[in-house]
């Protein structure tokens, strides 16, 4: 009976969602609809962001899990399968690889430098630099309260409340603000360096 019902209302969440793909069509914003759908609550509303995610970004893989209040900017972003975007977290331009969870509150910015900064008779919000993409790799954690601007390779670890300003290393553990490298994980901790 349990598989009927998910059966059910996945089927009327993928109907909700190609609905809201119309809109898309008819002119509405991505960003805006992402955010409307991010609002809905409970199970139902895992079953719609996934198949409203599922039929409009530019590649998404399967079980893929938005939490409550999360929602992804453009429609340029690429997923793979077996990920998690846990509750509040904002997804611009970017790549996902597979296995990836992002915890609570994580920002996946689209690069770095987005408003020119040394023009002071420009606004900020009158200027925009182009759009840069971040790609996330395979088999990643990214802890709550993480920012990224940069490339997180293959196998890493972002620490809680890390500001990753530079690309991050194949099964590296980075931490702090801005993010720096730990360690790697499955060895020893390294030796820090006295300067």
């Known amino acids: 009976m349990k598989r009927i019902i998910k059966k059910i209302v996945m089927f009327v969440a993928c109907q909700h969602a190609l609905i809201h793909k119309i809109h898309l069509y008819f002119g509405a914003n991505y960003k805006y609809k992402s955010i409307a759908l991010a609002q809905k609550a409970g199970v139902y509303g895992v079953y719609l962001r996934q198949g409203w995610y599922k039929k409009t970004l530019k590649k998404c893989g399967s079980n893929l899990l938005v939490g409550y209040g999360s929602y992804i900017v453009y429609r340029s972003v690429e997923i793979g399968n077996n990920c998690a975007i846990e ?81 991050v290393l194949e099964n590296s553990i980075v931490v702090g603000n801005p993010a720096r490298h730990l360690r790697y994980r499955g060895g020893e901790v390294e030796e820090r360096k006295h300067t």
Not at 101 to 112: D, F, K, P, T, Y
Not at 131 to 154: E, F, K, P
């Open 87 to 167: 509750e509040y977290c904002v997804v611009s331009n970017c790549s996902i690889g597979d296995d990836v969870i992002l915890a609570a509150n994580v920002s996946i910015m689209s690069g770095a430098h987005h408003h020119p900064i040394d023009d002071l008779e420009i606004k900020f919000r009158d200027k925009v630099n182009p759009l840069g993409r971040v790609s996330l790799g395979n088999n990643l954690w990214i802890g709550t309260h993480a920012v990224v601007m940069a490339d997180v390779n293959d196998g890493a670890i972002v620490a809680a409340g890390a500001i990753v300003t530079k690309p």
